[in-house]
Structures are given as C-alpha cells and as structure tokens.
C-alpha cells in the first residue's frame, strides 16, 4: 500500500472542510448567527432601520431575548460541575479519591466558572457549545498541564453523517480558523519555516467580503487582517485541525515480572538464614540418631556394621533435605517477590515481546482486542501539511453541548423560537409609539401661498403659539392621525406572556417585584416550575455531555500525569483563613525498597482503574435563605444541633464560632457530669450516713451477742469439762468394780473345791 504524502493529507484536509461545509451547515449558521445577533440587541438589519427612517417610524427595540437568556445561562451555571470517581477494585480506590481534586485543579487553571458560563451562552444562543480537552505542554515549566477550553462553534465543523448528539460516530471532528502567519508561528514555532512558506487561502472571508446587511454586531469572523509586532500587514492563512478515529489492535497481557538483583541478594539473605537454622536441626537430629545406635550396640540388638549404614543413611537423607529445602525455599521467596502485571500494548509491541525468549517465559496469557485511538492531523493553506499525532485517549477531545438536539450536527438555540415573537413585540411598540408621534406633533393641510411656511413649521406644534394666514385663503386644516386599534397594547402584552411561556421562564424568575409571591415558598415554586425545562435540558443533554467530558479529562490527566506531583487548590470557604483554605494533593508516590529501588507507588494514579460520574444537579443554583430556614426549624425541633446549622450558614469567622461552641459545649457538658457527681456524692453521703446508724445499732447487737456467746461458751466449756471428770470417775468405779467382781468370784471357786 502505498504511502500518503504529507500534501496529500493537506488535501484531504481542505476536502473534508468542503464536505463539511455543505448547505445545511451554512444554512444553519445563519439561523445561529441571526439568534445570537437577538441576544445582542442587534434585532434590525441595515436595510429595516433605513426603511422606517424614511417612514418616519422609531428604530428602538423593546428587548425581551437577552433577561430571559440570562436568566436562564444563570440557572445551568450557578455552580461549577462535581465529577465522582468510582475505583474498580480496592487498590484502586485511594488514587480514585484525589481524582476529583486534580479535576478541580485543572478546572481552576482553566478558568473554568467563567469557561462554563461562555460555552453556556453558546448553547442557548448559537444552539450549541464546544469544551477543548488538551494538554498545554510549556505549563509547569515544561512538565505541562491539563487544561479545558473553548471553541467557537463557527469554527468547528462536524461529519455531516453523525447522529449521535455527543458526535461520537462522527468519522472526523474539525476545527477551522483563519489566522494571521505570525499568530500562526507563535503558536507553532517549531514549524515555522513551513509556515512562512504558505501562501494566502483563495477561502479566507474577510471583512469586505462578508454580507454586514445582515447584522451589524462584530463577529471574530469580521475581523481577519493581522497585524504583527512590526506593524506591518500580515497574511491570513486558513488553518485545519482534524480528529479522526481509527481502530488499532491491542493485547491485554499478564506478564511476570522477575525480581530485581537487589531484591535476589536480599531473597538469598533471608534463603541463607532458614537454611541455617535447618541445618542446624538437622546436625541435631543426626547426632541423636547417633547416640541412638550406640546404645543399640551397646544392648547388643544390633551389630557395629549396621549401625554404620543406619548412620551413613540418616547423613545422606539429611543431605538431601537440605538441599531440596533450599530449593523449596529459593523458590517460594521468587514466587513471592515476582508480580504479575496487567499491561496493555499495542500488537507490533506485543509481537516484538514475544520474539525474546526469556521474556516469552514470563508472558502468563494475553488478550487481543482492538480499541479506537483519535488521530490528530494539522494542516494550513491548501496543500501544507504540518504534523500527525495518535493521542492515547479512544474519544473526541471536543465535546459539545447542544441545546435542542435535531438528529444532526446542526442544533438550534433557546433564541430562535423567541425571535418571532421579540419581531412581533417591536413593530407593535414601533407603530404606537409612531402614532403618539404623529398626535402630538399635528401635521397641516394648507394652500399653497395660505401660510408663511417656514413660521409654520417652527411653531405650529409650540404651545400658546399665535399663527397666521393670508386673508382670502382657507384657513389650514390639521390632519389627525387614526385613532391606534387597541389590539396593538393587546399584542404587546400577548407577546410578553407569549415570550415566557415559548421560553419557560417567568417574570419572576427574572426580578420583577410585581410578579413575585410574599415568601420564599412562593419562590422556590415559582423557581421549581420555572426551571423545570431547565432541569429536563440538564439532566437529558447537559449532565451527559459533562460527563462524557469528565471521562476524557480522565484519559487525557492519566495519560499526562505519570510521575509524582503536588496539588495545591485553593477551596474557598466563609471564615477560613488563606493558608486554612489550600488543600495539598499528592500523587504517584514511590515506594522505595531498603536499597533505595522503587518497588511500587502509593496512589498510582496513572495506572488506577475508575468510573466517572456527573453529580446530578450539581451546577444548578441554591436558596440558601430557604435552606436555612429548614436548617433553622430542624435545630428548633432538635433534629441537629446549633453546630451543624451554624457549619451551614456563610457568617464570617464561622471556624471560630464553632471552635468556641464545641469548648463550651465541653465546659457544659463536663459542669453538667460534675453536678451529677456532686449529686451522686451527696446521696452517697446520705446513704452513708444511714448506714453508720445502722452500723452502729449491729455495732451494739454483735457487741452484746458476742458478750452472750462468750457466756455460753464459757458454760458450755464447764459442762464439758464436768462431764468429762464425771465419765472419768465413772470408769474409774467401773473397773474398780469388776474387779472386786472377779476376785470374789475367784474365792468362790476356791471354796467350793
């Protein structure tokens, strides 16, 4: 195949613009460029102000397109939009957390408030608006910086074929300026010579060319000429910016990563140490087999020769535990200290991976997929090509945000439905401010020669004037004007009705004291059902497109921002000191080994996995004097306390307030437990008292029974003790007895014989 020159893709460039820019798109422009000339109060062209000129009619217009736009920008942009970062798994959850910081960082270097309100103001007036999602690579000192911006919807030019209202099947996005040949070097200076060498565009639309009878407002467009430093005329040359998408393949693939040979010489350290201590065990183990067989010998259960084998057998079974125990563990340590990784790369990329043996060894699996990658090609003249870039992001960088969506790249504003009525509301106030004219400035019918015209036309409308005829002639006859139809003031009160119900935005909503309620119930109703067309238009177009932006800015500030960086924002709050309101953000932080090499990061923001999600209604204005007064009701009925309502209010030095609060609520609250103590400590002492009372009637009871018992005992012990002297003299007379008893019968016998 062959290659496409550079001049080639210069042509395809200019040839995309022409297919770009068809008839329905000039068409478009039009419709546009006439709704955002209502919107600047340019609503007569040239040619209508010279025809009531000449018809004596007033060329003053009653504007009724510009409050209700503002109001209604007012509305989408009160506040800035809120991003949320989901993280996939649990690592990824603490780089996900900062996200929405560096999106406020990067939206606060942008200027983003004043952005946002800009790209509004083009959706509701020129029907659509254009965020820029870029890198500016000299920020920072040359670390570069995302940034968003602005585009002019005049210069951005959209595949005609695109139905999606976000354009992402659009097959090419194109932004196309004319600018001046040293504006162009400035912005390009490394292509300078290239661009010195272009001629002017055949294309260029300037000033004297443009059809100015169809507005008089200035427009970026009107303004071509350049001038340089040197003050000499300079060169308009058209410029092309083209994003494309093309399909690339991919390979997710798993891959090992083997340690470091500082992580390998710290593996052996920890390797040798258990080998150690297994080495020593062993050692044990061999001398107590040892010992075990000469006793054995000894015994004479065995002889000396088998023991001998027994011995050699044990050492060399020992040795080889050894060895495969270091093994086992070399193994298991590696295991542990290698990672497996998930990386994604291109299949060229991959091919060359796996054409490395020992790099092959470590690929676990890989997936192929194919992924859309945006192309960027820069061009100027007709035929100059300048560079190609495939940026690292799968969507468009510009993204839009239409108003009402047609199924085309052509949307249409908030003012093009209003501009008949806002026609029909001047001409009414034009023919009856004319007629007011016309009854009190009389005009006269005469017959020529009857009057001194010129004295007639100087005093003929003074008040108490004296005017004078030629005797013999008519006298002149003043020509009133017809009485005006009243369907005129009709017309003019309709059309007011008529512009807020096309519009759906009240007189109220808008300031007027004549048609507000008394409370401000009554305001946030007339707010609720003033901005419900608003809140349809923010949650079906508008929070999808910011999303959809939060989600490159995510790809775009990933890809970016790679190494370690600090974040200082600034989070502006009521009663906060300066250096209170800065917040310090950090990323991609190193974690190093005890040999210094880097062995991971702490939120690693660059490779971290999360979604993005609008917060709904997060741009969308607040009462806070209605919040406040529901805050005010819930401390009454003691839903919060004073704390959380002061923490919502915006009093200066509120931090203060608070601090102060919380120390006398601790004071109370420590004052309050030291009543209860003292509370406590007094019934204690009551209590206590009682029981001393009673202590001292058991006092005199124990006193008494102890007195009582020691008399028993001590009668008890006499008893016992006589009883004990009374068995003694009874055992005494008892053997004394049968004593007698036996010798007397001993007597007995010896008598008898």
Known sequence: MARTSKKSKAQVNKQLWDRANNSHRQRWQSLSQKGYDFYLNEQLTKEEKEQLEESGMPTFTINRVTPIIEIMKYFVTANNP???????????????????????????????????????????????????????KDADRGMGEVRFSRIDPYDVFVDPSSRDFLFRDAAFIMVRKNMSRSRLINMLPEHEARIRKVSRGTDVISMSERDIELSESIQPEDITMGINIEAEDDDIIPYYEVYS????????????????????????????????????????????????????????????????????????????????????????????ASKVTQQVMTEKDYLLLEKSPEARKNIIDSIKFHEDRIIQTCSVGEDTFLYEYKLAINEYPIVPIPYMYTGTPYPMGAVTPLIGKQQEINKAHQIMLHNANLASNLRWMYEEGSVPEDEWEKYSSAPGALLKYRQGFTPPTPVLPAPINNAFYTVVQEGKSDAEYISGVPSAMMGFVQEQTETWRGLLANDEFGTRRLKAWMGSVVEPCLEHLGRIFQQVSQKHYTVEKVFRIVQPEAGQSPQEQEKEVRININVYNDYGAVIGRFKDYATARFDIRIVAGATMPVNRWALLDEYFKWFQAGLIDDIAMIAET????????????????????????????LKDQSGTIETLERQLVQSGI??????????????????ESQQKLLRGMMKTEFDKMKHEMKTEFEASKQQSKGATK
């Open 650 to 677: 915006d009093i200066r030095g509120k931090k203060q307030i608070i601090e102060r609060k919380s120390v006398y609520s601790q004071l109370q609250g420590q004052v309050s437990s030291m009543e209860e103590q």
């Open 245 to 336: 998408k093309k399909k690339f393949a991919y390979r997710n693939v798993y891959i090992r990563v083997q340690p470091t040979p500082a992580e390998m010489e710290n593996i052996r350290d920890q390797v040798d140490k258990q080998l150690e201590q297994f080495r020593k065990e062993t050692e044990v183990q061999i001398m107590e087999k040892e010992l075990q067989l000469q006793q054995s010998v000894e015994a004479g259960e065995i002889i000396l020769e088998r023991a001998k084998l027994e011995l050699d057998k044990a050492r060399d079974m020992a040795a080889q535990a050894l060895k495969e125990q270091e093994m086992q563990l070399m193994s298991q340590l590696q295991d542990a």
């Open 698 to 715: 058991k006092m005199k009871i124990g006193t008494a029974s102890n007195e009582i018992r020691k008399d028993v005992l001590e009668t």
């Open 82 to 136: 809120k991003w949320k970062a989901v993280g996939a798994t649990g690592d990824d959850v603490d780089a996900a957390q900062v996200h929405s910081d560096v999106a406020d960082y990067c939206w606060y270097l942008s200027n983003g408030k004043s952005l946002y309100s800009q790209i509004s103001l083009d959706a509701l007036t020129k029907g659509i608006g254009y965020f820029l999602v870029d890198v500016d």
